[in-house]
């Protein structure tokens, strides 16, 4: 599931915000799939740019800050293949670790 970094029952988005039904419905689905049987990983990127892919992100920042929609689509891909990233939330920003090192890390 391709959640953001925020997502979570305590989203923080104001009612009056266009972007709080987004937030409550992602909020709602991040937490089914974890309760579910299946083999589920919720990634969390950070705020999505248009740059070039560097092929490296950071797992293990507090806060949310950018990663390219490229990165995005590396970390989804690289997901489909590493069984350690099974029944776990990865949010993540660009940073300086190669993508399959901090999905595995």
């Known amino acids: ?29 991040d937490e ?28 293990r920042a507090g806060e949310s800050s950018r990663v390219s929609r490229e990165d995005v689509a590396l970390v989804v891909a690289e997901t489909l293949e590493q069984p350690a990233t099974l029944r776990r939330t990865i949010r993540f920003n660009n940073g300086e670790i190669p993508i399959g090192d901090a999905l595995t890390g």
Do not use: C, Q
């Open 32 to 59: 089914h799939l974890r309760g579910s049987d299946l083999d589920w990983t919720v990634l969390g990127p950070s705020g999505l740019t248009d740059d070039p892919s560097t092929g490296r992100i950071d797992t």
């Open 1 to 29: 599931m391709v959640s953001y970094f925020g997502a979570g029952p305590e989203h923080g988005v104001p009612a009056d915000n266009p972007f709080f039904a987004y937030a409550e419905a992602k909020a709602a689905a």
